[in-house]
T-cell receptor, first 114, second 111 residues
């Protein structure tokens, strides 16, 4: 079946540091890939997505590139801010049958210190 | 982002109570979802509705009963829950075969 593996957290960085959160996946077919972010006390917000190989999703300074050859979708940001502190989830879609189901990783907690 | 709303945001209930969670989406979508988020576990898909019809029940115990009266509203009726059912319950919506958008969740505590 499908699966998503994220790097174990927590990740603690200083403001303006470079961020990488690794994500690899196993899937049949050609899934779409997503990063969602969950701020404290809130639900999940879509951060970015990519629907086919070599696509780059970007939003709010975050980027991730769909790498089919390495089955990866690593999240990066060049300079993090305190307000980026949150839990980040990598996910893939499964277009099997009539449903469009998401398979999530376990999440990575990011804490950015001033 | 107010496209998907959930009420209540917090709920405390005893094991013999009956309560309902409500989700409403203002995005014109035709698919709606319930997820359970427990500490230290991946998000678990519970139910999927497409055009008001339930198309997925991910082996959820019968003490959770979903209802989708129209494409904009989704309910989760709760009865005789267990303490291990305490979690954040998230609702999402999408166009079929498209990106899912989540609500803020209901934090449920079962005493």
């Amino acid at each position: 079946g499908n699966s998503v593996t994220q790097m174990e957290g927590p990740v603690t960085l200083s403001e303006e540091a470079f961020l990488t959160i690794n994500c690899t996946y196993t899937a049949t077919g050609y899934p779409s890939l997503f990063w969602y972010v969950q701020y404290p006390g809130e639900g999940l917000q879509l951060l970015l997505k990519a629907t086919k190989a070599d696509d780059k999703g970007s939003n709010k300074g975050f980027e991730a590139t769909y790498r089919k050859e390495t089955t990866s979708f690593h999240l990066e940001k060049g300079s993090v801010q305190v307000s980026d502190s949150a839990v980040y989830f990598c996910a893939l879609s499964d277009r099997g049958g009539s449903n469009y189901k998401l398979t999530f990783g376990k999440g990575t907690l990011l804490t950015v210190n001033p | 982002e107010t496209g998907v709303t959930q009420t209540p945001r917090h709920l405390v209930m005893g094991m013999t109570n009956k309560k309902s969670l409500k989700c409403e989406q203002h995005l014109g979508h035709n698919a709606m979802y319930w997820y359970k988020q427990s500490a230290k576990k991946p998000l678990e898909l519970m139910f999927v509705y497409n055009f008001k019809e339930q198309t997925e029940n991910n082996s959820v115990p019968s003490r959770f009963s979903p209802e989708c009266p129209n494409s904009s509203h989704l309910f989760l009726h709760l009865h005789t829950l267990q303490p291990e059912d305490s979690a954040l319950y998230l609702c999402a919506s999408s166009e079929p075969q498209d990106t899912q958008y989540f609500g803020p969740g209901t934090r449920l505590t079962v005493l």
